[in-house]
């Protein structure tokens, strides 16, 4: 059966690992493995440990950095040390961040941690076991959170 890592953070307003477990046990039967980080630049070392000490076949990263410009660098940075682990270990990592400053209000902050998670754990699903599926959606302008761009 395949494992399923997930590392959110508690730096985090919503509660984004709960979010991704729920979407992906509707879904499918797998084992999860959850950890629980301070901030986004410890998700690249948490999902490494996933795979690599608890053998999770994928991760998702959760996180949600702050609005400040500061905050955009440690994302960048916490991006980079998330590619680093995919390469590190073959194994794909699905970051899923959202910026505190992408809603417009709380409600719509709230709304768009939860979809993005959702729709990114549908797209761990997808992944694992009906990566055709992908491949039909390629060039189609998938955006996971607010409404797809749709094709050219």
């Known amino acids: 059966m395949p494992t399923i890592g997930i590392a959110d953070t508690t730096f985090a307003r919503y509660n984004m690992g709960r979010a991704a477990i729920d ?30 000490e608890e053998g999770c076949d994928i991760v998702m ?10 905050d955009k660098i440690c994302a960048h ?14 194994t794909h990592i699905i970051e ?4 505190e400053n992408e809603g417009k209000d709380e409600k719509e902050l709230a ?15 997808k992944l ?4 055709e599926k992908l491949i039909r959606e390629a060039g189609t ?3 996971q959170g607010f409404e797809d761009a749709g094709p050219l």
């Open 23 to 52: 979407e992906i046990q509707k879904n499918v039967s797998v084992k999860i493995k959850r950890v629980t980080v301070p901030g986004i630049k410890d998700l690249p070392v948490a999902a490494k440990k996933l795979i690599e």
């Open 96 to 99: 899923v961040f959202v910026h």
């Open 61 to 70: 990263a959760l996180g949600m950095p702050g609005a400040k410009e500061q």
């Open 111 to 125: 709304f768009l941690m939860d979809r993005r998670t959702r729709e990114h754990a549908l797209n761990v699903i």
């Open 77 to 90: 940075e916490a991006s980079q040390g998330i590619i680093m682990a995919q390469l590190m270990t073959n």
């Open 141 to 143: 302008g998938q955006r």
């Open 128 to 131: 694992l076991f009906k990566p």
